[in-house]
């Protein structure tokens, strides 16, 4: 008990929040943010195909531990930057608010520029918009993915101009044109390649059902942006707190030193 006693208990900081003012869900900025927004996704889609060949492991537990670290580190990254926007949006709106507080005039664009709780999922699923449309459509038409015939033989080229074999072998040299199915397939994979390293290429059923699903995958970098932007109010309180923490510290340091100099008394002039 004594030991108990002795030990000090921290004393809670008390978090400073500052008003700030609220802004729209959508602004004038909205339309660029959507633009980077999708840039950004086509950026993790050329990730995702550099590193498809690196992370498909025959073992499942190592398939579903890499391309998971993958997943959550994309995730990571868009919550990051949806963290960012809200912050700046937060921040807007505490300026916008010392301003109409002191008597001047607010822009109409700049109101609406400051932090509202949508506008990070509005743009995180505007931004997505026609990925989700591709997955739609390859969900709507999606079909059990089959081997094909493969490559004739070489050995067996000189035969094909046998009139009695030729017939049966020109199967092999036809080809099948890629249809709209077979273009979705390529940007949809493209977009959700670590889900598809997790199910596996040989894995058809498995493929036929995340599919007809993608639309949700690639709907988790839009969820994340908007859970980030959300996180600016903790964010800019935060740093309010950190402020004032440091301001009573240094004051607390100033009459620590105060008090040590009038304990010492006045210095002696020789």
Same mark, same amino acid.
């Given at each position: 008990?004594?030991?108990?006693?002795?030990?000090?208990?921290? %004393?809670?900081?008390?978090?400073?929040?500052?008003?700030?003012?609220?802004?729209?869900?959508?602004?004038?900025?909205?339309?660029?943010?959507?633009?980077?927004?999708?840039?950004?996704?086509?950026?993790?889609?050329?990730?995702?195909?550099?590193?498809?060949?690196?992370?498909?492991?025959?073992?499942?537990?190592?398939?579903?531990?890499?391309?998971?670290?993958?997943?959550?580190?994309?995730?990571?990254?868009?919550?990051?930057?949806?963290?960012?926007?809200?912050?700046?949006?937060?921040?807007?709106?505490?300026?916008?608010?010392?301003?109409?507080?002191?008597?001047?005039?607010?822009?109409?664009?700049?109101?609406?520029?400051?932090?509202?709780?949508?506008?990070?999922? $509005?743009?995180?699923?505007?931004?997505?918009?026609?990925?989700?449309?591709?997955?739609? =459509?390859?969900?709507?038409?999606?079909?059990?993915?089959?081997?094909?015939?493969?490559?004739?033989?070489?050995?067996?080229?000189?035969?094909?101009?046998?009139?009695?074999?030729?017939?049966?072998?020109?199967?092999?040299?036809?080809?099948?044109?890629?249809?709209?199915?077979?273009?979705?397939?390529?940007?949809?994979?493209?977009? $959700?390649?670590?889900?598809?390293? =997790?199910?596996?290429?040989?894995?058809?059923?498995?493929?036929?059902?995340?599919?007809?699903?993608?639309?949700?995958?690639?709907?988790?970098?839009?969820?994340?942006?908007? $859970?980030?932007?959300?996180?600016?109010?903790?964010?800019?309180?935060?740093?309010?707190?950190?402020?004032?923490?440091?301001?009573? %510290?240094?004051?607390?340091?100033?009459?620590?030193?105060?008090?040590?100099?009038?304990?010492?008394?006045?210095?002696?002039?020789?």
């Amino acid at each position: 008990m004594e030991m108990k006693k002795k030990k000090k208990t921290k %004393k809670s900081v008390k978090p400073v929040v500052k008003p700030f003012m609220k802004g729209t869900a959508v602004d004038g900025g909205t339309i660029k943010s959507v633009a980077l927004f999708f840039g950004s996704l086509l950026l993790v889609m050329l990730a995702n195909l550099l590193l498809s060949a690196v992370l498909v492991w025959d073992n499942l537990a190592l398939r579903l531990l890499f391309n998971g670290i993958l997943v959550l580190a994309i995730g990571l990254l868009f919550l990051q930057s949806g963290a960012s926007k809200g912050t700046a949006a937060v921040n807007q709106g505490e300026i916008m608010l010392q301003r109409q507080e002191a008597g001047r005039e607010v822009n109409a664009e700049d109101r609406r520029s400051c932090y509202h709780p949508l506008k990070g999922y $509005i743009i995180g699923l505007l931004g997505s918009l026609p990925y989700v449309i591709c997955c739609l =459509m390859l969900a709507a038409t999606a079909h059990r993915v089959v081997s094909g015939m493969g490559a004739l033989p070489s050995w067996l080229s000189s035969l094909q101009r046998r009139e009695e074999i030729g017939g049966a072998l020109a199967f092999y040299s036809q080809t099948t044109p890629m249809q709209l199915e077979d273009m979705l397939r390529v940007v949809v994979r493209m977009c $959700i390649m670590p889900f598809v390293n =997790m199910v596996g290429a040989t894995n058809a059923d498995g493929l036929l059902t995340l599919e007809r699903l993608s639309a949700l995958p690639m709907l988790l970098p839009a969820l994340f942006y908007g $859970i980030g932007y959300q996180q600016g109010v903790r964010v800019r309180t935060q740093v309010h707190t950190d402020i004032a923490t440091g301001k009573r %510290k240094r004051a607390r340091k100033a009459k620590k030193q105060q008090r040590a100099r009038a304990a010492k008394g006045p210095e002696q002039l020789n």
